[in-house]
């Protein structure tokens, strides 16, 4: 079946009452940038659906990323008929739609609504004249108004006749952008994908922030981490990646700090670079993929001292779920099978082998006090590196191919 286009319904938005437009506005922008790959695609946001305008592409890989994409409830790929289209333009296409669907056994009905008053068939007139056609022309098809197995809608509207006979499952959510903007602190590992998806899904359109230690970290292990970035654009379109350097920080906690305390510190160095940056970029909090108990620095005593460094929220989607709940989710969002790559995180090294489950905040501070915190923030925020990731980027391969010219 060629489609002409995508009709998408709203979820959430349409209890926005005055800031519904906004809300459009700004899920047109997240659909527009998601389907950037695809030419000649056209993207009308109106006020009671979203229309993407296929113009010759293929509906099936469009649902597929639309499908991805925060504030949409259920989309349908449809055929749009001009406003004047007669019964028997409407019965041959409805014909063509319900027999690419067909299974032997199966029931329909037609559902009809008329926007459009001056269309000289009334709601009745197209069930009755589109039902029979359709009954008369598919041996074994049977009627069924109660849950039937395929629902055929025709949309007589003042823009034109839309058929469709298939509604899909959308993401939920609101779109991304209109719940304010925060920072991601964004390791390698399995857990923050999923915080930033689960913060991006309540609307929240975030900077991811790495911390990156050459040469105890890889290139390989940034491009992972900027690759993990690059899956989350599938849900809100483009994210800012902030690299930032860490190396001579955390060379110095392990020099000049005793062991158990290494952990706890150097976090606390990260919240307050985090913090800084969040900041500056005009955003209200900073994410984290912590969840309680999981590790030394996610006990409840450790984040109390962890986050005694900023008076910004610090929030953690990922709180009361265990590993296993973390990693359903991760499958579901592609990311876990990046996830698991071995490649260094600078969370990793330096790990002593007995960190502090409960540090005490008072020592925390005078041994934070044999580093320049003050100077190594400013060394770090003064060479920070930001990056756009865009629907479909592909740092790790780009760096085989780079390798693979060398040779």
Excluded: W
């Amino acid at each position: 079946m060629k489609y002409s286009e995508i009709m998408v319904r709203y979820g959430e938005l349409s209890t926005k009452g005055k800031n519904r437009r906004d809300f459009i506005r700004q899920l047109g922008k997240n659909v527009r940038d998601v389907l950037t790959e695809f030419e000649g695609i056209k993207v009308l946001a109106q006020r009671d659906r979203l229309h993407v305008i296929l113009n010759g592409n293929d509906a099936t890989p469009v649902m597929d990323a639309i499908g991805k994409v925060f504030g949409i409830e259920t989309y349908s790929p449809v055929v749009r008929l001009s406003k004047d289209a007669t019964l028997e333009d409407i019965q041959k296409t409805a014909l063509e739609m319900i027999n690419e669907q067909y299974e032997e056994g199966q029931t329909f009905k037609i559902t009809t609504k008329r926007q459009n008053k001056d269309y000289p068939l009334n709601t009745y007139g197209v069930d009755n004249g589109v039902g029979g056609y359709v009954l008369d022309n598919i041996e074994g098809i049977n009627v069924q108004m109660k849950q039937p197995d395929i629902d055929l809608r025709v949309d007589v509207r003042l823009t034109g006749i839309y058929l469709s006979s298939l509604t899909i499952q959308g993401a939920l959510g609101l779109p991304v952008g209109t719940g304010g903007r925060g920072t991601m602190m964004l390791s390698g590992g399995i857990d923050s994908p999923v915080a930033a998806y689960m913060a991006m899904k309540r609307g929240v359109k975030v900077d991811m922030i790495h911390f990156f230690s050459p040469p105890y970290t890889s290139q390989q292990a940034l491009a992972k981490a900027k690759d993990l970035t690059a899956k989350l654009t599938a849900f809100g379109g483009t994210i800012d990646f902030i690299e930032v350097p860490f190396t001579k920080i955390q060379e110095d906690i392990k020099e000049k700090v005793p062991e158990g305390y290494l952990m706890t510190i150097q976090r606390r160095m990260m919240l307050r670079i985090a913090a800084a940056i969040t900041l500056d970029r005009h955003c209200n909090g900073v994410f984290t993929g912590e969840s309680l108990g999981q590790v030394a620095s996610q006990t409840i005593e450790s984040m109390r001292v962890i986050n005694e460094v900023t008076s910004l929220p610090v929030l953690r989607p990922l709180l009361s779920l265990d590993k296993t709940e973390i990693i359903k989710i991760a499958r579901k969002i592609d990311t876990y099978d990046l996830s698991i790559m071995p490649f260094e995180d600078c969370c990793t090294i330096f790990t002593p082998p007995s960190p502090k489950t409960k540090p005490d905040l008072d020592k925390t501070i005078k041994f934070e006090k044999n580093i320049d915190v003050e100077g190594l923030m400013k060394m770090a925020l003064e060479n920070l590196k930001v990056t756009k990731i865009h629907v479909g980027d592909d740092y790790l391969n780009a760096q085989k191919d780079v390798f693979a010219e060398l040779l």
